[in-house]
Nanobody, 112 residues
Framework: QVQLVESGGGLVQPGGSLRLACATS????????MSWHRQALGTEREEVAR????????YYADSVLGRFEISRDDAMRTVYLQMNDLKPEDTAVYYC?????WGQGTQVTVSS
């Protein structure tokens, strides 16, 4: 059974940083592409970053390019999202996704 558990969300001021983590179990992590998505209130869920197996390639949504960085630690079965220069429009619930499964999400709120 695929399990994804996000952590690291919280309240941060504009310009601040947060690092999200997604701990996984139940599938061969090293053989899976991983991605982060977010959903703000009243909007559709959108993909913000994706990382291939062996970290060969990454993808970023235009809205986060240059500010967010996705990484993975295969030994720890964990994928990370480093978020810098956060803006109020980054406020959303952030979800980890892999193998057609979703985590429960972690709330990120950017506000002064």
């Amino acid at each position: 059974q695929v399990q994804l558990v996000e952590s690291g969300g919280g309240l941060v001021q504009p310009g601040g940083s947060l690092r999200l983590a997604c701990a996984t179990s139940g599938f061969p992590f090293g053989m899976a592409a991983m991605s982060w998505h977010r959903q703000a209130l009243g909007t559709e869920r959108e993909e913000v970053a994706r990382i291939s197996i062996m970290s060969t390639t990454t993808y970023y949504a235009d809205s986060v390019l240059g500010r967010f960085e996705i990484s993975r630690d295969d030994a720890m079965r964990t994928v990370y999202l480093q978020m810098n220069d956060l803006k109020p429009e980054d406020t959303a619930v952030y979800y980890c996704h892999a193998r057609n499964a979703w985590g429960q999400g972690t709330q990120v709120t950017v506000s002064s």
